[in-house]
């Protein structure tokens, strides 16, 4: 199906350290009585830094009643030691934010927080939903009053709720309001919950976002990704289904489904196996690390090239370089350093400045490079800015060739299931040709992984994927209003967007709804 049709903007000052690519964001939730779950809870949130950056907080509940703590900023500036000493509890949940429905501020912080007549619970979402402004309409929020889908759902559940407390005896309000609740949403979630008593994990019924289950001594966890299970010390169980909810108290673990059959159809980022994901997560029960590497050895295998040295980009470049290396026997070597801790807040004023936020992140090693034919390998290009930075850098620094290869197809579409990319006027690949991006890149020669060998790297050929970003194909149906800021627009929000070379009056480019403005 077709996508929404997007407007292109003119070139103003950006980030030059962003190359399109946003992370999505991390839950964490632990039942552990009588032991210290704010620290849990930070350890598992610091293990999950990588899929959001913009905000962290978490909610722990002592059985009485729920205490949140949520800011901007990475996990060690939100938390320090104090602040997690009086965050006490056996159970909470956690959330690292990379805003995909609403903007990057304290109010769309999460967790997401509602003291209910019936009780308090709070919400953390990882993913997108495609059907927020309907669902809005549907409850009756005016422009405004809810500012995210995250915050919009929990509006939902609490609307589900009991009227009273005393009408929830049994202490499973909160259970019965998701019940109610999840077959209404559409799109990407995977989601952490709780009230004073439970934990509830859930992912929705294309499994669009990693969820998985870990057991503890004497409690359990759910978290995003596995490596999150390995620094608290918990035994990684399962992966969640698609489409499967659980919840997690006193008397251990339920599982259920709250969705009819006919809507599971699993669908997992595939961009999760080559950028998302820590290198050492297991997604559909394979190494995210070694699916990397054989991706780069079907890189090599597709488009061979003769040169001195294979170098990646860091970081998810790295193990596909090793792979390109280890298959085609050109020496391994590293070419690029890159500063870990730049920020996301730097923004250049004129192109000189731009040129030199680049080197913030990425400096070439020149002894390495100099007088070499080089095979430089990346996980992805989306619009461009970055690489076409980097592959100056790398011939000043006295690379006879540069050969570019990418461990992914093309990217020509936009993600509406939680990975801000932007809109399809800024993806170089919507709007240039393989060999006028080769061109505009600077680079010698320029190969993207084909589609089949990016999956069969993955070791688990249909076990189900989601590629839209790359064939166009969404398996749920996208409005064609859909946008990050919709339930925004009774605040100002703005928000710079920069569109991607494009050739003049090329109609082949053109989406099917601007032709359909033309008629």
Same mark, same amino acid.
């Given at each position: 199906?077709?996508?929404?049709?997007?407007?292109?903007?003119?070139?103003?000052?950006?980030?030059?350290?962003?190359?399109?690519?946003?992370?999505?964001?991390?839950?964490?939730?632990?039942?552990?009585?009588?032991?210290?779950?704010?620290?849990?809870?930070?350890?598992?949130?610091?293990?999950?830094?990588?899929?959001?950056q913009e905000s962290a907080g978490m909610a722990v509940s002592s059985g009485d009643h729920l205490m949140v703590v949520k800011d901007m900023g990475l996990v060690a500036t939100v938390f320090d030691d104090r602040t997690l000493q009086s965050l006490h509890g056996h159970l909470g949940i956690g959330h690292t934010r990379y805003s995909t429905s609403g903007s990057s501020s304290w109010r769309n912080a999460q967790p997401v927080f509602r003291d209910a007549p019936a009780g308090q619970f709070a919400l953390g979402h990882n993913g997108n939903l495609v059907?927020?402004?309907?669902?809005? +309409?549907?409850?009756?929020?005016?422009?405004?009053?809810?500012?995210?889908?995250?915050?919009?759902?929990?509006?939902?559940?609490?609307?589900?709720?009991?009227?009273?407390?005393?009408?929830?005896?049994?202490?499973?309000?909160?259970?019965?309001?998701?019940?109610?609740?999840?077959?209404?949403?559409?799109?990407?979630?995977?989601?952490?919950?709780?009230?004073?008593?439970?934990?509830? *994990?859930?992912?929705?019924?294309? !499994?669009?976002?990693?969820?998985?289950?870990?057991?503890?001594?004497?409690?359990?966890?759910?978290?995003?990704?596995?490596?999150?299970?390995?620094?608290?010390?918990?035994?990684? +169980?399962?992966?969640?289904?698609? *489409?499967?909810?659980?919840?997690?108290?006193?008397?251990?673990?339920?599982?259920?489904?709250?969705?009819?059959?006919?809507?599971?159809?699993?669908?997992?980022?595939?961009?999760?196996?080559?950028?998302?994901?820590?290198?050492?997560?297991?997604?559909?029960?394979?190494?995210?690390?070694?699916?990397?590497?054989?991706?780069?050895?079907?890189?090599?295998?597709?488009?061979?090239?003769?040169?001195?040295? +294979?170098?990646?980009?860091?970081?998810?470049?790295?193990?596909?370089?090793? *792979?390109?290396?280890?298959?085609? $026997?050109?020496?391994?070597?590293?070419?690029?350093?890159?500063? @870990?801790?730049?920020?996301?807040?730097?923004?250049?004023?004129?192109?000189?400045?731009?040129?030199?936020?680049?080197?913030?992140?990425?400096?070439?090693?020149?002894?390495?490079?100099?007088?070499?034919?080089?095979?430089?390998?990346?996980?992805?290009? =989306?619009?461009?800015?970055?690489?076409?930075?980097? =592959?100056?850098?790398?011939?000043?620094? *006295?690379?006879?060739? =540069?050969?570019?290869?990418?461990?992914?197809?093309?990217?020509?579409?936009?993600?509406?299931?939680?990975?801000?990319?932007?809109?399809?006027?800024?993806?170089?690949?919507?709007?240039?040709? +393989?060999?006028?991006?080769?061109?505009?890149?600077?680079?010698?020669?320029?190969?993207?992984?084909?589609?089949?060998?990016?999956?069969?790297?993955?070791?688990? =050929? !249909?076990?189900?994927?989601?590629?839209?970003?790359?064939?166009?194909?969404?398996?749920?149906?996208?409005?064609?209003?859909?946008?990050?800021?919709?339930?925004?627009? $009774?605040?100002?929000?703005?928000?710079?967007?920069?569109?991607?070379?494009?050739?003049?009056?090329?109609?082949?480019? @053109?989406?099917?709804?601007?032709?359909?403005?033309?008629?």
């Amino acid at each position: 199906m077709t996508p929404p049709a997007d407007d292109l903007v003119d070139e103003a000052p950006v980030d030059p350290l962003d190359d399109g690519k946003k992370e999505a964001c991390g839950v964490f939730g632990v039942y552990a009585p009588n032991q210290p779950v704010s620290h849990l809870l930070y350890l598992g949130l610091y293990a999950l830094q990588h899929r959001g950056q913009e905000s962290a907080g978490m909610a722990v509940s002592s059985g009485d009643h729920l205490m949140v703590v949520k800011d901007m900023g990475l996990v060690a500036t939100v938390f320090d030691d104090r602040t997690l000493q009086s965050l006490h509890g056996h159970l909470g949940i956690g959330h690292t934010r990379y805003s995909t429905s609403g903007s990057s501020s304290w109010r769309n912080a999460q967790p997401v927080f509602r003291d209910a007549p019936a009780g308090q619970f709070a919400l953390g979402h990882n993913g997108n939903l495609v059907n927020t402004e309907e669902l809005a +309409v549907e409850v009756g929020m005016l422009p405004g009053m809810v500012t995210s889908d995250s915050d919009l759902v929990a509006e939902m559940i609490q609307r589900e709720l009991p009227a009273s407390g005393d009408e929830r005896s049994d202490g499973r309000g909160l259970e019965r309001a998701l019940l109610k609740v999840l077959p209404r949403l559409e799109g990407a979630f995977s989601m952490v919950a709780m009230d004073e008593g439970h934990i509830l *994990g859930v992912r929705d019924p294309n !499994g669009f976002r990693p969820l998985c289950l870990g057991r503890l001594e004497s409690g359990w966890v759910l978290a995003s990704e596995s490596p999150a299970l390995d620094v608290v010390g918990a035994h990684f +169980v399962r992966e969640l289904d698609p *489409g499967e909810m659980v919840v997690i108290d006193a008397t251990g673990v339920r599982s259920m489904k709250p969705f009819a059959e006919e809507r599971l159809n699993p669908k997992l980022c595939l961009f999760e196996f080559v950028y998302f994901a820590r290198p050492d997560t297991r997604l559909y029960g394979q190494s995210v690390h070694a699916a990397r590497v054989k991706m780069g050895r079907q890189l090599a295998e597709q488009a061979p090239i003769e040169a001195d040295m +294979v170098m990646g980009v860091p970081e998810s470049g790295l193990p596909a370089a090793e *792979g390109y290396s280890h298959f085609s $026997g050109i020496p391994y070597g590293q070419g690029l350093v890159k500063n @870990r801790y730049i920020g996301r807040t730097f923004i250049a004023p004129s192109q000189e400045m731009r040129a030199l936020g680049v080197r913030m992140k990425l400096n070439p090693l020149k002894d390495a490079i100099a007088d070499k034919r080089l095979v430089v390998v990346d996980d992805s290009i =989306v619009r461009g800015t970055t690489t076409r930075a980097m =592959v100056k850098m790398l011939r000043e620094a *006295g690379a006879t060739e =540069v050969h570019l290869r990418v461990s992914s197809p093309p990217y020509r579409w936009p993600c509406f299931y939680g990975m801000d990319t932007g809109t399809r006027g800024e993806l170089l690949a919507a709007n240039l040709s +393989v060999a006028e991006i080769q061109e505009y890149l600077g680079v010698d020669t320029l190969a993207y992984l084909e589609l089949d060998r990016r999956v069969a790297a993955t070791g688990t =050929v !249909g076990a189900g994927f989601c590629n839209a970003c790359l064939t166009g194909e969404y398996p749920v149906a996208i409005p064609t209003n859909l946008h990050k800021g919709v339930l925004e627009q $009774g605040d100002e929000v703005t928000e710079t967007r920069v569109a991607a070379p494009r050739l003049l009056d090329d109609e082949d480019h @053109r989406l099917p709804a601007d032709l359909a403005r033309e008629d």
